[in-house]
């Protein structure tokens, strides 16, 4: 592995493998869903559950990487997107189909699946698997990606929508912002700033997504710089230190977390995102492994609803203290992440950009991806 050169369009290998490590934390943070009685776990021990010594971090913390998801994400917007929706190359039909494309597919798949698979275990339980909003009222804003907007959580069908929801609306602000207010990196340090004294969901959205741009801008300031070596060699090494300063801290007030990984997260994706060239068949993988995050992270629900109604019509306990019936639930779980990218949502994304932008907007979306 060695440092090379890079365009300005090639893949953040880094950041794709963060990206899934922050996928696989949110899997086996949801393992306990399999507990579950109605919308709360039932006996659940989380340190007797399956190779709990090798993945404790992930049973522990893995709701925390939610906010690292927001913040790849900034990263990946402003490193992106900054100049060409601030010189007006990127217009917003062009940017809202890029969205709708890369989104809305598989997110309306998993709502009708869910839907309609949600009032089965209801007629065996007289109750529902986890998220128990699931009506009239919660699926209108989930046909818009609007179903935590709010300031609560909806808890409503495919629940693990409710972040990629509020990085909706998120998206919007990204793009006036550039617009019509500044690409200056001080607007980041003023939504950042401002996002911290707001008690609100969207709130912590915007302030890791901000936060991952302001990586994003720091790492294209420093691309040429002759400092460059020296100062990605000092941020490794607070990369390295924070993690045992958050250990001495004692992160269980949601806020030290919060506030660690606000400032944490930034420097870590400024560290990985440095030109580096791996052998073949690496990149391949990391990317592979990059692109079903999205999905691992819609369809996961859906797949533990199907095995919790197999074993209801089966009046069978769910067995999720087996080292078996984990593997195999990750696995598949993985394994159908791959095959739903590969054969769903790549083609969907292809169709919907086909027929809503010109020839010239998808090749320079293919250029940029």
Not at 73 to 93: H, L, N, P, Q, V
Not at 262 to 268: D, E, K, N, R
Request: proline share 6%; aromatic share 18%.
């Amino acid at each position: 592995m060695h440092q090379s050169s890079r365009s300005p369009t090639e893949k953040l290998l880094g950041l794709e493998a963060l990206r899934f490590i922050a996928a696989f934390a949110v899997l086996i943070w949801h393992y306990q869903h399999f507990s579950y009685v109605a919308d709360k776990p039932v006996n659940f021990t989380t340190s007797a559950m399956p190779f709990y010594a090798l993945l404790r971090p992930f049973f522990e913390a893995g709701e925390y990487a939610v906010w690292v998801f927001w913040c790849i994400s900034g990263f990946i917007f402003f490193w992106k997107y900054r100049e060409a929706i601030s010189d007006r190359r990127t217009g917003g039909w062009t940017f809202f189909v890029f969205r709708l494309s890369r989104l809305y597919p598989l997110h309306f798949a998993t709502l009708m699946a869910v839907a309609l698979l949600q009032p089965i275990y209801f007629h065996q339980h007289g109750f529902f698997f986890v998220y128990q909003n699931n009506d009239i009222q919660h699926l209108l804003p989930q046909f818009f990606m609007a179903s935590d907007w709010g300031p609560s959580r909806s808890s409503s069908f495919n629940g693990p929508i409710w972040s990629i929801s509020l990085e909706v609306l998120v998206y919007a602000i990204f793009f006036l912002g550039l617009r019509f207010v500044s690409r200056s990196p001080l607007l980041n340090v003023v939504v950042i700033l401002a996002c911290m004294n707001i008690n609100m969901q969207v709130s912590s959205c915007l302030a890791f997504f901000y936060a991952g741009g302001l990586a994003a801008i720091g790492r294209r300031a420093v691309a040429q710089s002759q400092f460059r070596i020296g100062l990605e060699t000092g941020l490794w090494g607070v990369a390295a230190v924070m993690p045992t300063s958050l250990w001495l801290l004692d992160p269980r007030p949601a806020i030290v977390s919060w506030i660690f990984l606000l400032a944490y997260t930034p420097v870590l994706l400024f560290c990985l995102s440095a030109p580096l060239a791996f052998s073949m068949p690496t990149p391949r993988f990391v990317q592979a492994a990059g692109n079903m995050t999205y999905s691992s992270y819609l369809i996961h629900f859906p797949i533990q609803l199907v095995i919790a109604l197999g074993y209801s019509i089966a009046r069978a306990p769910i067995p999720y203290h087996d080292d078996w019936f984990f593997a195999a639930y990750i696995g598949t779980t993985l394994l159908a992440s791959y095959a739903t990218y590969r054969w769903f949502e790549a083609p969907a994304q292809a169709m919907i950009r086909g027929h809503l932008l010109s020839t010239q907007n998808r090749l320079l979306e293919q250029a940029s991806t």
